[in-house]
């Protein structure tokens, strides 16, 4: 139990489709995060909430789209996606935006794009 | 950007073996941060390091905050199966404290 529960654990979408992840925390957390995991490459950073308020989007596609509707709950918004957007979405949280307390990460997406 | 470099990027070892890692950049960082990536699951948070010259254990695990604040040291010792994964060094940025990841050493143990 991480508690950072992701769903669903895997995603086999098409190019054209729209589909949505989602991230749940019960830590009582403030901040949360959207993580891309591609093959060979670090980590890389999307999306940051902050108390429910977007604070950083490291220039993402417009293609992928987060949501905040509360402290507990992330999702990520998928349309019209690209083969090499297949990855392993990871979703974090954290107490605060600051990280030197390390985040806790859920068990991930694995997103494949035919 | 501050990048960090893990080496080496995969390792193959026999159980039983001490095993050590190293993660260096070109900037300080004033926070190290060690994780380890199991199989189609999330990255754990191991152990955090808060000051130079730090050494922290947790369990067979050891890390280390370098002197310089450019680099950091974990070291597994008698390994065991289950330490096979991905172990990846990060910190938060100077620029604006989001934590940034190595791209990780792999850890693989011969049967």
Redesign the interface.
Known sequence: E?G?T?TPRHLVMGMTNKKSLKCEQHLGHNAMYWYKQSA????E?MF?YSLEERV?NNSVPSRFSPECPNSSHLFLHLHTLQPEDSALY?C?SSQD????????????T?LTVV | GQQ?NQSPQSMFIQEGEDVSMNCTSSSIF??W?W?KQDP??????LI?L?KAGELTSNGRLTAQFGITRKDSFLNISASIPSDVGIY?C???TNR?????????TRLHILP
């Open positions: 991480t950072v992701q060979k490459k670090p980590l950073l940051v950083e990871l974090a935006s600051w990280g030197g307390y390390g985040y806790t990460f859920g068990s991930g694995r | 960090l004033n926070t941060l994780y189609g699951e999330g990255p754990v948070l955090a808060y990846f990060a910190g938060p604006d404290d989001k934590i940034i990841f190595g791209k990780g």
